[in-house]
């Protein structure tokens, strides 16, 4: 009796009931046999498998960002971009060089090299679909249930760049997965917001510079990876955190608001209030020159974050209340701040923390003998008689 080297020439023993044929070409990638393919995400579903001896567990948090951006495409129709999902074959189905095609019988599977939280986010989103699917059904929800067909089968239908390794074994996987995983450098903060462009303030940044013309003089870096160049003031970075700090009072890490849903007007409104800000920093900061401590990152993002706080007392952002608070900022001593080499060696988060106290105790303790209770002054405190002109 001949040896039987693999489960697919078990199986042929057998009479099949079925086979799932994948169309693909067959080539050699660096010494190893591989299969280049697109399948839809239906397909996807019945073949593949997870070893937790080559894969790592799952990681709650990207699994949830994954679904809400496969979301973007599922409720809003916008493009979603995937890297390949790569596979490995370890001795299941056999290849129709004839056909081009792989057959695989109904019980074999393909084990996921790289790509499982991809894998496990549509596949969660499947059984979420197929969960409220049924919810309407029992409630005779006929719009919704139209509504979530809609969605299952662009989810199904979604096409997915795959790679199937006919001839690695598990040691050879694991490699395979570490060098995926480990070697490849992530792309820097700069560049990395610049070219994610769905997000609210993301896209707010990019209007500012291209629309704004109080922005010219205020150059801002967007295309430096890392950092920004000699000759800017901004990088795009920076520009995107004083944004989050001007109208939400948060550190970027804490914005509630950087979603990817918002109409045109949101944008056109945040976009008159950002200009007029820059427009007065000009008006009362030194001239714009790396070497001022004012139009440094830090104190950039704290007077964002104070300013916030000033003109959103009454619930609203308050234009008035901005012009009037922005007047302390000729008065303000920024080389009190900070002592000795704090500027240099405290974290940067408690950099940033350190002057919005600063420049927030100094507005309350002077800000009625040093700023002019004028016109505007009455519009950002309506009925407040105790601001009187004493300067």
């Known amino acids: 009796m001949d040896q039987i080297s693999s489960l697919s020439e078990l199986l042929a023993e057998q009479k099949a009931s079925s086979y799932i044929e994948i169309p693909g070409a067959m080539s050699r990638t660096f010494g190893q046999t591989t299969l280049s393919t697109t399948l839809p995400m239906s397909k996807l579903f019945a073949i593949y498998e997870v070893d937790l001896e080559v ?27 995937f890297p390949g999902i790569i596979l490995s074959a370890r001795g299941a189905g056999e290849y129709d060089a004839q056909a081009q095609v792989y057959r695989l019988q109904a019980i074999e599977k393909l084990y996921v090299v790289d790509g499982q939280h991809r ?45 199937i390794y006919l001839d690695i074994n598990a040691r050879q996987e694991r490699q395979l997965f570490s060098d995926i995983n480990k070697l490849p450098r992530k792309i820097g903060g700069n560049l990395a917001v610049l070219r994610e462009q769905r997000r609210f303030y993301h896209v707010l940044a990019s209007r500012l510079v291209e ?21 800017y003031l901004f990088s795009y970075h920076l520009l995107i955190e004083i944004l989050i700090g001007l109208f939400e009072g948060r550190l970027k890490s804490a914005s509630r ?13 945040h976009l008159k209030l950002a200009a007029l800000y820059f427009e007065s920093l000009l008006k009362y900061l030194p001239e714009p020159e790396k070497g001022e401590l ?26 008035y209340a901005l012009d009037y608070a922005l007047k302390i900022l000729p008065h303000i001593d920024w080389s ?21 106290q600063f420049v927030k105790d100094f507005y309350v303790e002077h800000h009625m003998f040093l700023i002019r209770d004028d016109s505007m002054g ?8 105790s601001k009187e002109d004493v300067g």
């Open 257 to 269: 608001n950087n979603g990817y849903y918002f109409e045109e007007k949101e944008i056109e409104e």
């Open 119 to 163: 894998l496990a986010a549509f596949r969660r989103l499947m059984e979420t679909l197929q969960g409220a699917m049924a919810r309407a059904k029992d409630r005779r929800e006929y719009d919704r249930m139209e509504e979530i067909s809609a969605k299952l089968s662009k989810l199904y239908a979604f096409p997915m760049s795959t790679m």
């Open 211 to 231: 629309d704004a013309p109080v922005m010219k003089n205020l150059p801002v870096d967007m295309f430096t990876e890392r950092g920004k160049g000699p000759e």
């Open 336 to 356: 009190a701040i900070y002592s000795g080499d704090e500027k240099d060696r405290l974290p940067r988060r408690s950099r940033i923390v350190k002057a919005y």
């Open 378 to 385: 009455q519009q950002a405190f309506p009925g407040d008689s």
């Open 294 to 319: 004012c139009w440094t990152e830090n104190l950039q993002i704290a007077l964002a974050m104070f300013f916030h706080d000033e003109v959103t007392k009454t619930g609203t952002f308050n234009k």
């Open 55 to 81: 894969q790592r567990s799952i990681v709650p948090q990207n699994l949830s960002k994954m679904m809400d951006y496969i979301m973007l495409y599922l409720d809003h129709g916008q493009g979603i971009y």
